[in-house]
T-cell receptor, first 108, second 113 residues
Framework: KNEVEQSPQNLTAQEGEFITINCSYSVGISALHWLQQHPGGGIVSLFM???GKKKHGRLIATINIQEKHSSLHITASHPRDSAVYICAVRFSYDKVIFGPGTSLSVIP | GAVVSQHPSRVICKSGTSVKIECRSL??????MFWYRQFPKQSLMLMATSNEGSKATYEQGVEKDKFLINHASLTLSTLTVTSAHPEDSSFYIC?????????FGQGTRLTVV
């Protein structure tokens, strides 16, 4: 069964802290997405990865295909980063499976 | 980069009415689009796969007569929730496939009162 797991489930950080959210999956994939979901539900696509590393502002996403693992890092975290972060994995059979999400709260 | 636009972002409707949600690929043609639903405190789950010019493929447990999907062009797929009931209140999101990648819409929060 193809599964996507995320850790931690919930995370509270102090403003300025470096944050890491992890995603692991069970079988080979075509691509992996990191999504940000705000309290109102709106989704923002942060990254799409098939290999290596991407950086956008304070956000960094990495993927290790051999280990079937991806990480999302937030440097110098800010309260506006508070959201649910979702890892979405596209498997070879052309469907996307979403991880359960990581709820991040950054305290001033 | 590729953009998928979903409209509306929020909608409130009365029980028994129908609601249409649009998903557009703005700068690419998408032969395949996907519709997902998210229940409170749960992850997004695939509802159906929409292929341009053919009938949608629904996941087990999803009522095809209630959730009508139309993919009439390479840039537009629509999801119509027919005879909506409060239990249909949820967050719906689409994604469009381009090659090996999938691009997500912003999502639609549906509230049925």
């Amino acid at each position: 069964k193809n599964e996507v797991e995320q850790s931690p489930q919930n995370l509270t950080a102090q403003e300025g802290e470096f944050i890491t959210i992890n995603c692991s999956y069970s079988v080979g994939i075509s691509a992996l997405h990191w999504l940000q979901q705000h309290p109102g539900g709106g989704i923002v696509s942060l990254f799409m990865l098939s290999s290596g590393k991407k950086k956008h502002g304070r956000l960094i996403a990495t993927i290790n295909i051999q280990e079937k693992h991806s990480s999302l890092h937030i440097t110098a975290s800010h309260p506006r980063d508070s959201a649910v972060y979702i890892c979405a994995v596209r498997f070879s059979y052309d469907k996307v499976i979403f991880g359960p999400g990581t709820s991040l709260s950054v305290i001033p | 980069g590729a953009v998928v636009s979903q409209h509306p972002s929020r909608v409130i409707c009365k029980s028994g009415t129908s609601v249409k949600i649009e998903c557009r690929s703005l700068d690419f043609q998408a032969t395949t689009m996907f519709w997902y639903r998210q229940f409170p405190k749960q992850s997004l789950m695939l509802m159906a796969t929409s292929n341009e010019g053919s009938k949608a493929t629904y996941e087990q447990g999803v009522e095809k007569d209630k959730f009508l999907i139309n993919h009439a062009s390479l840039t537009l797929s629509t999801l119509t929730v027919t005879s909506a009931h409060p239990e249909d209140s949820s967050f719906y999101i689409c994604s469009a496939k381009q090659g090996m990648f999938a691009f997500f819409g912003q999502g639609t929060r549906l509230t049925v009162v």
